[in-house]
């Protein structure tokens, strides 16, 4: 299922991908009056899983609080929603993007009389930065658009408006011959790229901007942390100046669309020697625990098709005792 066809679930009806339309004068579409989500579902040797598909959901919620927005549809609700939508489209692997935003009523810029509507896309999506991107690394810039000042645009949440901001970085990045762009917060220091998040690794120490860089506090990045430090890296949320990044043994974004994508160079600055062995070891933990070749020690995946997954546990067990 590419973009651009299969079923969309809006307001708890799945519809066909050119019904789910909604009209121009909805508030959303005016006053970018949205929150949302991406999630990834990935195919596991056990079957279809979604990773961190309840982190997801309650991101989405605490975005919806946070713009007065109280959703129709409660933790679980979502969840199913999402499982639901997966499995109409019969997919194996894809991209999740939910969505709560204020529909048609009224068109002041006082959202509260317009109704919450919700829905679901799903469509598959391979590699964000390109498929050569993870092993080659990207070319990326220091962009001169800065993340939202703190009690602006609140940056904890995933709203649909914060990315008019990261459409700013991403133009100028891609138009400068660059493939992302990381922002600094309105004081200088580093915050993140327009739609993922940035690690620095130097002398074996792991370092990420805190959620008070004005950052998404993402959900990889959370996940990151977690990996590495069972790798037994010292990892520090820590204010990291800009001149930090062009000193950096290695770098590399994360994010549920980048997953964990390393950085060749910053400003045509070669990032450290080219040798990037925390990032591999890192990256390879994260996509060992998606594979399957590590326990899911953590709880991160949630089946999709529990009964294929029900079904290859038994062939193995039954191949096991043969
Ligand atoms: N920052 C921004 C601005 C983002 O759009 C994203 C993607 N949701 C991230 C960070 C990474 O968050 P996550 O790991 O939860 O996808």
Not at 62 to 90: C, F, H, V
């Amino acid at each position: 299922m590419s973009f651009g066809s299969g079923r969309v679930w809006m307001n708890g009806r799945l519809v066909d991908w050119k019904d789910a339309t909604i009209h121009v004068a909805s508030h959303v579409v005016h006053y970018g009056t949205g929150v949302f989500e991406g999630a990834r579902c990935y195919q596991t040797p056990k079957g279809s899983a979604c990773f961190r598909l309840d982190a997801h959901v309650a991101r989405l919620l605490d975005s919806g609080k946070i713009y007065r927005m109280e959703s129709p549809m409660d933790q679980g609700a979502w969840e199913t929603a999402i499982l639901e939508t997966i499995r109409a489209n019969s997919l194996k692997a894809c991209y999740i993007r939910p969505l709560m935003y204020r529909g048609y009523s009224q068109l002041g810029v006082n959202p509260l009389p317009c109704p919450i509507d919700t829905a679901v896309l799903v469509w598959e999506w391979g590699a964000y930065l390109g498929d050569d991107a993870t092993e080659k690394g990207v070319d990326v810039c220091v962009s001169s658009w800065n993340r939202a000042a703190p009690n602006t645009f609140p940056a904890a949440a995933k709203s649909t408006a914060n990315y008019a901001n990261s459409t700013l970085i991403k133009m100028q990045a891609v138009l400068d011959g660059y493939a992302e762009g990381i922002a600094l917060d309105t004081l200088g220091y580093v915050s993140e790229g327009s739609g993922q998040n940035l690690f620095i690794v130097r002398r074996n120490v792991v370092y990420t901007p805190p959620v008070h860089s004005s950052i998404l506090g993402g959900i990889t990045r959370d996940s990151i942390i977690t990996i590495a430090r069972g790798l037994g890296y010292d990892v520090r949320e820590e204010v990291l100046p800009r001149e930090l990044l062009y000193l950096a043994d290695e770098a590399f974004f994360c994010g549920t669309a980048v997953e964990v994508t390393p950085i060749r160079s910053i400003d045509k600055v070669a990032i450290g020697s080219g040798r990037r062995p925390v990032t591999e070891a890192i990256r390879q933990t994260f996509f060992d625990i998606i594979n399957g070749e590590l326990p899911d020690t953590h709880g991160w995946l949630t089946f999709v098709y529990p009964d294929e997954a029900h079904l290859r546990e038994r062939s193995a067990e039954a191949a096991r005792a043969r």
